[in-house]
């Protein structure tokens, strides 16, 4: 291991901010491109990489790592990646899809597609209240206010790192709690 390599992971392991964004801004470009290729969309390979690389920054003060970072990151990715895709197939064998006419879930006129978008909307609502307060907060300045990463921090006295964290959480979150949702529209649309 290099000895820069050993300097940054001393750094993680004190909780020094910088090393953490040196530590994403090496690993995480490649480490997309290599979850990519497991997982197949980029929406599930940068909620890997980011998972990982926060878990990382969680362990920081046990962290033991014997050999290169990347390597280190790379295995990390490798196995979350097969954890999306067991996820995944389980997901499929279990669904049972409709065998009647398709419907779409915009049609308000059809019944169960306004009951969809009802229940939709409300679902989203209520997920949206179960995050985090500060995530819930970041959230929702980005996304109702449309306000940028830059001002969001400014506002909320947080570092630009710290704001994309959230709205990744937030993300993450909210895709695990609507996903079956998720799933409906897109066999009824």
């Given at each position: ?30 480490l997309?491109?290599?979850?990519r290729?497991i ?28 050999r ?14 097969l ?21 779409t879930a ?17 679902k989203i609502?209520t ?7 500060e ?5 929702e300045?980005s ?16 570092s ?30």
């Amino acid at each position: 291991m290099e000895q820069s390599e050993t300097i940054l992971i001393q750094q993680l392991k004190a909780g020094n901010d910088a090393a953490y964004q040196t530590l994403y801004r090496l690993h995480y470009g490649i480490l997309c491109a290599y979850a990519r290729q497991i997982v197949g969309n980029d929406f599930d390979a940068e909620n890997i990489v980011d998972d990982a690389i926060f878990h990382l920054w969680e362990v920081r003060d046990q962290l033991q790592i014997d050999r290169s970072l990347r390597s280190f990151l790379i295995t990390s990715v490798h196995r979350r990646c097969l954890n999306r895709i067991k996820q995944h197939q389980h997901e499929l064998a279990t669904c049972t899809f409709p065998k009647e006419e398709r419907i779409t879930a915009q049609d308000s006129t059809y019944p169960l597609g306004h009951l969809l978008e009802k229940e939709l909307e409300e679902k989203i609502r209520t997920a949206i209240e179960t995050l985090p307060h500060e995530t819930r907060q970041v959230f929702e300045l980005s996304r109702y206010e449309d306000m940028t990463y830059d001002e969001i921090a400014k506002r909320l006295g947080i570092s630009v790192n710290t704001v994309k964290y959230h709205i990744k959480n937030a993300i993450r979150l909210l895709y695990s709690q609507l996903e079956p949702y998720l799933l409906l529209l897109l066999l009824l649309g």
